[in-house]
Nanobody
Framework: QVQLVESGGGLVQAGGSLRLSCAAS????????MGWYRQAPGLQRELVARITSDGSADYADSVKGRFTISRDNAKNTGYLQMNSLKPEDTDVYYC???????????????WGRGALVTVSS
């Protein structure tokens, strides 16, 4: 069974930085896209950033220039570096990955359980 585990969340003052990590484990042949999403209570989950297997990345307008997504394919791990954090960035951040368990298989989706990021003003 494939799992994603996020780490690196916490409490930070406005203007500060945090780095989230997302480690994938289990029977993985390859990972295609990895992404970070966030969700506030009562609201829809929204895309923050996404990166493909070849390193192409895109970002939500609200985080462009402040957040950087990256990945280490050898470690099956993704990262989200968050700088110049604002109180409105406070949310639970979820990692998502599209993976295969074999070369001939189709891509499946897996989500992590989330990491809470709280930015104080």
């Amino acid at each position: 069974q494939v799992q994603l585990v996020e780490s690196g969340g916490g409490l930070v003052q406005a203007g500060g930085s945090l780095r989230l990590s997302c480690a994938a484990s289990g029977s993985i042949f390859s990972i295609n896209a990895m992404g970070w999403y966030r969700q506030a209570p009562g609201l829809q989950r929204e895309l923050v950033a996404r990166i493909t297997s070849d390193g192409s990345a895109d970002y939500a307008d609200s985080v462009k220039g402040r957040f950087t997504i990256s990945r280490d394919n050898a470690k099956n791990t993704g990262y989200l570096q968050m700088n110049s954090l604002k109180p409105e960035d406070t949310d639970v951040y979820y990692c998502r990955a599209d993976f295969k368990v074999a070369d001939y298989d189709r891509y499946l989706e897996v989500w992590g359980r989330g990491a809470l990021v709280t930015v104080s003003s």
